[in-house]
């Protein structure tokens, strides 16, 4: 605790009319974000919120409210998606989903593991996955609208990542490792550093 100097009496307010007035007409400034940022607020385990995360397994079912009772609004077929905690209660976390839908799933069905869908607001486009971080790099590979990507690590501007092919029998194929511009990934922050 610091020094506040000799007590006040109880009865003399901390802030004169003026500075309360001057105060209620900023803080409502300090506040406000900058275009393109988002709030950040900390869960119980100071976690911030919102963030991303990835589904464990599947099938995952996603309810339209915290817990059981609730209806099943969908359902993950694939494991390693991508989804954004928007909310928390108890050990039920609200995700949402590249195209907007919003639902709740039990926490020990996510994991803090980084995925990210490639340009999925994109239709029918290629993107290409780079040799390294530089738009004059070697293409490695072309991944269409919505592949998905395991993410190792971004700078704010590219993330490096590895990109599997899916076989249709449900197996894994050639795997590419490479970058990707950050704002092409849906899964991660625009600027974001990890």
């Given at each position: 605790?610091?020094?506040?100097?000799?007590?006040?009496?109880?009865?003399?307010?901390?802030?004169?009319?003026?500075?309360?007035?001057?105060?209620?007409?900023?803080?409502?400034?300090?506040?406000?974000?900058?275009?393109?940022?988002?709030?950040?607020?900390?869960?119980?385990?100071?976690?911030?919120?919102?963030?991303?995360?990835?589904?464990?397994?599947?099938?995952?079912?996603?309810?339209?409210?915290?817990?059981?009772?609730?209806?099943?609004?969908?359902?993950?077929?694939?494991?390693?998606?991508?989804?954004?905690?928007?909310?928390?209660?108890?050990?039920?976390?609200?995700?949402?989903?590249?195209?907007?839908?919003?639902?709740?799933?039990?926490?020990?069905?996510?994991?803090?593991?980084?995925?990210?869908?490639?340009?999925?607001?994109?239709?029918?486009?290629?993107?290409?996955?780079?040799?390294?971080?530089?738009?004059?790099?070697?293409?490695?590979?072309?991944?269409?609208?919505?592949?998905?990507?395991?993410?190792?690590?971004?700078?704010?501007?590219?993330c490096e990542v590895t990109?599997?092919?899916?076989?249709?029998?449900?197996?894994?194929?050639?795997?590419?490792?490479?970058?990707?511009?950050?704002?092409?990934?849906?899964?991660?922050?625009?600027?974001?550093?990890?």
């Open positions: 605790m610091f020094p506040l100097g000799p007590l006040a009496p109880m009865n003399k307010p901390l802030l004169s009319r003026r500075h309360a007035l001057r105060l209620a007409l900023l803080l409502p400034a300090a506040l406000a974000l900058p275009s393109g940022a988002r709030a950040v607020e900390k869960n119980e385990d100071g976690l911030p919120l919102p963030r991303f995360a990835s589904t464990r397994s599947a099938p995952i079912n996603v309810r339209v409210g915290p817990g059981q009772k609730y209806d099943i609004a969908w359902i993950y077929n694939r494991p390693d998606m991508p989804v954004e905690i928007t909310a928390e209660f108890d050990i039920w976390r609200k995700v949402r989903d590249f195209d907007g839908s919003e639902g709740w799933i039990q926490q020990n069905l996510l994991s803090g593991a980084r995925t990210g869908l490639v340009a999925p607001w994109k239709q029918d486009t290629e993107t290409p996955l780079l040799a390294s971080a530089n738009d004059k790099a070697a293409v490695r590979a072309y991944l269409g609208s919505g592949f998905r990507v395991d993410i190792k690590r971004c700078d704010g501007s590219w990109a599997t092919a899916e076989l249709p029998d449900g197996g894994r194929g050639a795997s590419y490792s490479g970058f990707l511009k950050q704002a092409d990934i849906w899964g991660v922050y625009e600027g974001e550093v990890f």
